[in-house]
């Protein structure tokens, strides 16, 4: 902190944390889904003004455009989708989930103990018992404390692997550092971290039934001429952005993730509008494309073996082509998964389309809560 | 090109490569992925085992840079025999799998038909992760490397359509999760003190004090729930009972053994517990007393179990307790031994235990698919008569079974006589006590099974037509323990590359 800071800097640094802590405090809290979805975006927002404001406008592009951005639009499409089912507001679930243990407790010998029980992670600790609530706190603030003394009292060593990072950055190919690291010294890390996305896509992809997440109404659409038009604006700058992101990923901030991201932000608008059918499950092309940049990395790291001796070694003088190549082709395959994820958001269980008519709030039990927020156990009984 | 870059190489990115193939493209695909990744894997552990009995430990200096600025890939004899012990199950269990998800060029879009798109793929990139923990020197990659298995795990689990099995993939992708960011943060402050990822310059510095007392309990308690040690057990017998049947032995037999291995990086070979006189001896006894209650907890539900694969799964909660028990008994030395080693027979059974359970739990499991499968049923009673018709089934899950109950000659019994050995030689009485009664409640529960699946059948309805491969491929796991009871000599001589001994 060689620097001194001038007060509207402290200022806008201690406006930043307070809004954090504010931001998060007010998500653990809040029962309202919709309010915390919106919160958490905002937060991932704020988030990315700290970062910034610790010199890493690497992390602050890739939080903006990760965690606000595409999580964000995640949240909000499970909360769409747990609004159709009426199950938006948490008196609704907990009914929802009351009504399945005693499903669950009627049923025969041989399913006893079979499902896990609706315990801590079902109900979310914040909404147990005030004992276990209490405890729960009282354990984390005395591991939070026990670490913040550890951070406090760590040993004043000097940080050796910045400067190692610097003195052969030149051998990189690349100048920025962030991008060394990611592309060269730890490139394998980078590799598997792609390889976690595409696995992420097959999860979700393996657990669609067979209804898409995010399909709209055509009539919707048509009432909808501002998506329409912001659309038709945006996507175009995305592009261009994600292009140059790549490119500058090589001396300044910017690289494969922030592109991929900004261009998976361009398609999940365009699906949104309804300007892009969702891609259609099985495509082939979507899939090869999906894991294109993991395949030609791999490629490029194991090519060069017979040169370099080890994998992920460049040969000599081929650096920089060969981290622009891989960069490219990464930020349009972290693209397609990310959009893939955005639409593939399974329907489970699924909703029959002719109980959907009769009431919104029908689920796959045959069950339906009316409006007063019974339960009634078979539509057809009722009528 | 010398072997080590090129096998390690190999053994991550075989069964990588393959995962890509198997998803990109199309059913005809997913049997040459299959195919791609056990041969890949196979032939990397036979490399890596030849390299490294010619030159000692290796490593692998990804991009050339070294450590600490690079990654290193290291190969020991202990990440030797676990690559290989994946090598031969995984691809047994993929054998399996492709007879059991049947013939995959006849898919349609049933729900059913998504496990058999989707198998293949997430489980080559569960098998690249296991190869990569095992080859791994560096702590951020152990990290990232647990990200793919707890996430494509988990997601296995999920592909049993039913509900339950949802439900059991998400509480253990929950768990998982968790358990991921207890061990970052163990990184994280390791990073902070040290300066350095690499385990080999961590265990250098003879990491010690307060910060990394802190960092090895929470990257533990993580590392803990993910291996499902009691009491953090709760999350595996929904999850290893509701996946199907190949996604169960591969969880049982091998995905909990990855995190169990990184505890043993850790706290044997970085931090150089396990030593006499060593400070940790506390810590070894904690966990070792763990693993005594899962012993005892997870074989007693096992024999109130009232479906078969649960009480499979629980076997697995109380054999995980054995892996546990070697702790405390590889500080205690027997007179005369070498004071900077451990106790080399609890070392070498814990290990071994560790394959014995292996091969053991993935025969078992796919027997136990078999019997399922052919009764269209998952309760033990209703397995009755299954041995008249499928005996080979019957024959490996019994197999599979009195191995684990130690009965000789099995990989199982030499793993116990040697536990029990390290105990009796450093007059631990109380432990060797113990390893035997768990002994005997395994082959309680086994034998509970035996009885039903030999008496006449009641039931009118017929059986169902069990593939012969699914057979064949649980009686050759089955084979394979008894033939590693009658000839444990060259696993153990693999294992002692690199020694029994905290690293330098």
Known sequence: MGIPMTPLEWGLDATVALLLVGLAGRILFTRDLFEATVLFIAFGLTLSLAWVRLGAANVALAEAALGAGVTGALFLTAFHRLARRGLAHPLDRQRYRADELHDRSSRGRADRGDDPKPALLDVGILHGPLWLRASMALAGLAVTGGIAARLLTLADRPPSLPILVEAHLAETGVSNPVTAVLLNFRAYDTLLEVAVLVVAMIAVGSLDRGSRAFVRDPEELEEDPVLDALSRLVVPLAGVAAVYLVWVGSHGPGGAFQAGALLAGAGVLLVAAGLMGPVTEGAAPIRALAVMGLAIFIAVGAGSMPWTGSFLAYPPGTEYGLILLVEAVLALSIAVVLIELFVDVPAVPHVDPALAKVDPTGDPLGRRISPDGAVIRNPDEER | MSGAPLWTTVAVMGPLVAGIVALAGGRRALQSGLVLGSASSLAAAWGLAHTIMDEGVVRHLLGGWGRPLGIELYVDGLAAVMISVTAVVGSVVSWYSSAYFGDVADLRESPAARGARFFAPLWLFLWSAM??????????????????????????????????????????????????????????????????????????????????????????????????????????????????????????????????????????????????????????????????????????????????????????????????????????????????????????????????????????????????????????????????????????????????????????????????????????????????????????????????????????????????????????????????????????????????????
């Open chain 2, 131 to 504: 190869n990569g923990i095992y080859v791994s020197g560096d702590m951020f990659n152990l990290y990232v490397m647990m990200e793919v298995l707890g996430l494509s795990a988990a997601a296995i689990v999920t592909l049993a359509v039913t509900r339950k099995a949802t439900l059991a993939g998400m509480r253990y992708l929950f768990i998982s999760l968790a358990g991921s960011m207890l061990f970052l943060l163990g990184v994280a402050l390791l990073y902070a003190e040290y300066g350095t990822l690499s385990l080999e310059e961590l265990a250098a510095m003879n990491p010690g004090g307060a910060t990394a007392g802190w960092a090895l309990s929470a990257m533990t308690v993580g590392l803990l729930a993910k291996t499902a040690l009691f009491p953090l057990h709760s999350w595996l017998p929904p999850a290893h009972a509701g996946a199907p049947a190949p996604g169960s032995a591969i969880l049982s037999a091998l995905v909990v053994k990855a995190s169990f291995y990184v505890i043993v990086r850790l706290w044997m070979h970085v931090f150089g517990y396990g030593l006499p006189a060593a400070e940790a001896e506390g810590a070894l006894l904690i966990l070792g007393t763990l693993g005594g209650i899962a012993i005892i907890w997870g074989s007693l539900l096992a024999l109130r179990q009232v479906s078969l694969k649960r009480l499979i799964a629980y076997s697995t909660v109380a054999q995980i307790g054995y892996l546990f028990v070697m702790f405390p008994l590889l500080a205690e030395l027997a007179p005369g031994a070498d004071p900077d080693a451990w106790n080399l027979n609890a070392w070498n059974g814990g290990i071994y235990h560790l394959i014995a359970h292996a091969l053991a739990k993935a025969a078992m499991f796919l027997a136990a698919g078999s019997m399922t499968y052919a009764v269209a049923d998952d309760a033990i009673e209703s397995i009755s008569g299954v041995a008249h018709r499928l005996p080979m089934s019957f024959l490996a899950f019994g197999l599979g079974g009195l191995s684990l109950a130690g009965i000789p000659p099995s990989a199982g019994y030499v793993s116990k006589w040697l536990l029990l050995n390290a105990a009796l030689e450093s007059g631990q009485w109380f432990w060797a006590g113990l390893i035997a009664l768990g002994g005997l409640l395994t082959l309680a529960y086994v034998l509970m099974v035996g009885r039903y699946a030999v008496q006449i059948r009641h039931s009118p309805e017929p059986f169902r037509t069990v593939p012969r491969r699914m057979e064949w491929a649980a009686i050759t796991l089955a084979v394979l323990t008894v033939a590693l009871g009658l000839r444990a000599v060259e696993p153990l001589a693999l294992l002692s590359i690199g020694g029994a001994r905290p690293w330098p």
